[in-house]
C-alpha cells in the first residue's frame, strides 16, 4: 500500500514552453499533496503544499504563477511548470499523505520523481 | 541553529557492520519522525517511522527516539552494499496528517564489500 506514481519520469522540453507532471496516489486517497524540487546533491527544498480541493500554500520564494498546483481530486494533483527556462530543470517529486494502513501520524509517500531539462 | 540536523558523511563501513545514523531536532513539541532512504537520482524512500520514546524495529532497521535528548537515531545490523544510500531524518512537528516535514540535510552512507 501507499504508492504514488509520477508522470511523466523525464521529460525535455524548449526554453519558454509549459510542462505539466502529474501525482496520482494509488491506493490510498491523499488528502494533501507536496511538491519538491531537488537539485543535483542537494537537500530536498519544499515547493508547495496543496490539499483536495483548496488553492495551493507556496513557500517563501517560490513563484505561484511559474508553478501552478492543482489538487482536483483525492488521487492526482499536477504541478505545471509555465515558461519554463533552463534554470528550472531539476528534479521534481511529489509526495502524498492520507489516510493508509500504514497509520495516520503524518507519513509522505514520495512518487518517483520527473527529472526536468529545459533547453 | 537548523531545526533537523544530521552529519553529512560519508559514513563509511563495512560490509556486516552496524551502521549508526543519529539525527537532532530542535523543536521539542515535536510529534512524528521518520527516516527515508534515498539512492542517487532517485526519490525518497520512507523506511521507518516513529512516534514514542523507546526502540522500533523492523528487520535489519532499528529506530530509537529520545524526546528529552530531541534525537533520534537509525541503526542497521549487517549492513550490506544495497544499503549505501543518503538516509534522511524528517520531522513533522505537529505529527498530523497534511503536516509538513522538516528534513535534515541526509546522511551519505557508504557500506563496503
Known amino acids: 500500500g501507499a504508492v504514488v506514481s509520477q508522470h511523466p519520469s523525464w521529460v525535455i522540453c524548449k526554453s519558454g514552453t509549459s510542462v505539466k507532471i502529474e501525482c496520482r496516489s494509488l491506493?490510498?486517497?491523499?488528502?494533501?499533496m507536496f511538491w519538491y524540487r531537488q537539485f543535483p546533491k542537494q537537500s530536498l527544498m519544499l515547493m508547495a503544499t496543496?490539499?483536495?480541493?483548496?488553492?495551493?500554500?507556496?513557500e517563501q520564494g517560490v513563484e505561484k504563477d511559474k508553478f501552478l498546483i492543482n489538487h482536483a481530486s483525492l488521487t492526482l494533483s499536477t504541478l505545471t511548470v509555465t515558461s519554463a527556462h533552463p534554470e528550472d530543470s531539476s528534479f521534481y517529486i511529489c509526495?502524498?499523505?492520507?489516510?493508509?494502513?500504514?497509520?495516520?501520524?503524518?507519513?509522505?509517500?514520495f512518487g518517483p520523481g520527473t527529472r526536468l531539462t529545459v533547453l | 541553529q537548523k531545526e533537523v540536523e544530521q552529519n553529512s558523511g560519508p559514513l563509511s563501513v563495512p560490509e556486516g557492520a552496524i551502521a549508526s545514523l543519529n539525527c537532532t531536532y530542535s523543536?521539542?513539541?515535536?510529534?512524528?519522525f521518520f527516516w527515508y532512504r534515498q539512492y542517487s537520482g532517485k526519490s525518497p524512500e520512507l523506511i521507518m517511522s516513529?512516534?514514542?520514546?523507546g526502540d522500533k524495529e523492523d528487520g535489519r532497521f532499528t529506530a530509537q527516539l529520545n524526546k528529552a535528548s530531541q534525537y533520534v537515531s537509525l541503526l542497521i545490523r549487517d549492513s550490506q552494499p544495497s544499503d549505501s544510500a543518503t538516509y534522511l531524518c524528517?520531522?513533522?512537528?505537529?505529527?498530523?496528517?497534511?503536516?509538513?516535514?522538516?528534513f535534515g540535510q541526509g546522511t551519505e552512507l557508504s557500506v563496503k564489500p
Open positions: 509526495s502524498a499523505s492520507g489516510p493508509t494502513s500504514h497509520g495516520l501520524q503524518g507519513e509522505q509517500f
Open positions: 491506493d490510498f486517497q491523499a488528502t494533501t
Open positions: 496543496s490539499n483536495e480541493g483548496s488553492k495551493a500554500t507556496y
Open positions: 523543536d521539542r513539541v515535536s510529534q512524528s
Open positions: 516513529i512516534y514514542s520514546n
Open positions: 524528517a520531522v513533522n512537528k505537529h505529527g498530523n496528517q497534511g503536516g509538513k516535514l522538516i
